[in-house]
């Protein structure tokens, strides 16, 4: 069952709050990158359809905020 947009709002919150742990955690990009990738399809899995886009725009926002630059491959 998908969740509500203030449950994933809660996820993104809590994603975006373990950006900097994570990069300290994982400094080889490849490992931060696999790392990130887990975390944010947890996000998107327990989107409902209509709340797919939205979660895509809040992901990119939270990657911008920290200046991270996904890999060639996953742009």
């Keep these: 069952m998908a969740k509500s947009r203030a449950e994933l709002e ?4 809590a994603l975006d709050a373990f950006i900097p742990g994570l990069v300290r ?3 080889d990009a ?3 990158w696999d790392a990130f990738n887990r975390l944010a399809d947890a996000v998107q ?3 409902a359809p209509g ?6 725009d809040r ?6 905020k ?3 630059v ?5 742009i």
């Design 66 to 68: 920290h200046h991270l």
């Design 51 to 56: 709340d797919s886009g939205w979660v895509c």
């Design 30 to 32: 490849g490992d931060f």
């Design 10 to 13: 809660q996820m993104l919150d």
């Design 45 to 47: 899995k327990n989107a």
């Design 70 to 74: 996904p890999p060639a491959d996953q």
């Design 25 to 27: 955690s994982k400094p």
């Design 59 to 64: 992901l990119d926002a939270i990657q911008v």
